[in-house]
C-alpha cells in the first residue's frame, strides 16, 4: 500500500470530506447497528478519518466503552481530534498509523468496523492487523462502495467509479471489495445497500 499516495489524496480531501457524507448517513447507521455493540465494549474504527461514525459508536458503548480510532491521515485525523474535543469525549482515543502495521493489542476489542476504507480491505496485512485486534467471537463489519451488475451497474457504476477515484488509491477487488476479509473469518453475510452500488459486510472472528 503507498501510504504516503493515501496521505497526499487526503491532504485534499479532509477539506470537503464532511459534506459528502449525507447520501452515506443510512448505511453509516446500518453498519454500526450490525456491529451489535452493548455498552461497555470497546470498538476499533479502522480508517476512521474526521470520525464521523465517532458520535455513533460512542453512544453505542457509553461511558464504560471505548474507542479506538486509527487512521494514517493526519489531515483527516485533526478534523477528528477537534470533534472529539468539542464533545469532551474521555472514552475515544485516536492514532495515527498505517493500518498495516502493527501497532494494536492482541483481542483487545469487541467489534471492528472499516466504513468505507477500500484501501485497507484490499490489503491483507492490514485486515490481518484488524482481525488480531478483535476478540475471538468478535464483529467485523466493512463497508463501501462497490461496482453493481446488469443494467444498474451500466448506469450507475460510472458515477460510482468516479467519485470512488477521488477517495481510493486502489481500485482492484471492486466488484467484491469484502473477498479478502471473507476468506480470514467464520460466519459471513453481505447485504447490498444504495441499489447495489454500497455494500455492508459482517463476519465473526472465530
Ligand atoms: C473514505 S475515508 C473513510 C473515513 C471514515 N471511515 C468515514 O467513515 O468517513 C478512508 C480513510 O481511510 C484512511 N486510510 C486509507 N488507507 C489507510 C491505511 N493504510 N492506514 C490507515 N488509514 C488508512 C484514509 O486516510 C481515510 O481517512
Same mark, same amino acid.
Given at each position: ?19 459528502? !457524507? ?10 454500526? =447497528?450490525?456491529?451489535? #455493540?452493548?455498552?461497555? !465494549? ?9 470520525? #464521523? ?29 477537534? #470533534?472529539?474535543?468539542? $464533545? ?29 476504507? $477500500? !484501501?485497507?480491505?484490499?490489503?491483507? =496485512? ?18 463501501? =462502495? ?28 471492486? !466488484? ?31
Amino acid at each position: 500500500m503507498d501510504i504516503e499516495a493515501i496521505k497526499r489524496k487526503y491532504r485534499r480531501n479532509a477539506v470537503f470530506y464532511n459534506i459528502v !457524507d449525507r447520501p452515506l448517513r443510512s448505511v453509516r447507521e446500518r453498519a454500526v =447497528a450490525k456491529l451489535e #455493540l452493548r455498552p461497555g !465494549d470497546s470498538v476499533l474504527d479502522f480508517g476512521c478519518g474526521t470520525g #464521523l461514525s465517532l458520535v455513533l459508536l460512542q453512544r453505542a458503548v457509553g461511558q464504560q466503552g471505548r474507542v479506538l480510532g486509527v487512521d494514517a491521515s493526519p489531515d483527516m485525523l485533526a478534523r477528528a481530534r477537534r #470533534l472529539v474535543a468539542q $464533545h469532551g469525549w474521555t472514552t475515544v482515543r485516536l492514532v495515527e498509523a498505517n493500518a498495516e502495521d502493527d501497532s494494536l493489542e492482541t483481542d483487545s476489542v469487541d467489534a471492528v468496523l472499516c466504513f468505507y476504507t $477500500h !484501501d485497507i480491505l484490499q490489503s491483507d =496485512a492490514a485486515i490481518e492487523r484488524a482481525l488480531a485486534a478483535l476478540r475471538p467471537g468478535g464483529r467485523i463489519v466493512a463497508a463501501g =462502495a462497490r461496482r453493481t451488475t446488469g443494467v444498474r451497474g451500466l448506469m450507475l457504476n460510472p458515477v460510482t467509479m468516479s467519485y470512488s477515484r477521488t477517495a481510493i488509491t486502489n481500485l482492484d477487488g471492486f !466488484d467484491r471489495p469484502w473477498a479478502r476479509l471473507e476468506r480470514r473469518v467464520g460466519p459471513f453475510e453481505v447485504e447490498e445497500r444504495l441499489l447495489g452500488t454500497a455494500y455492508i459486510a459482517r463476519g465473526i472472528k472465530t
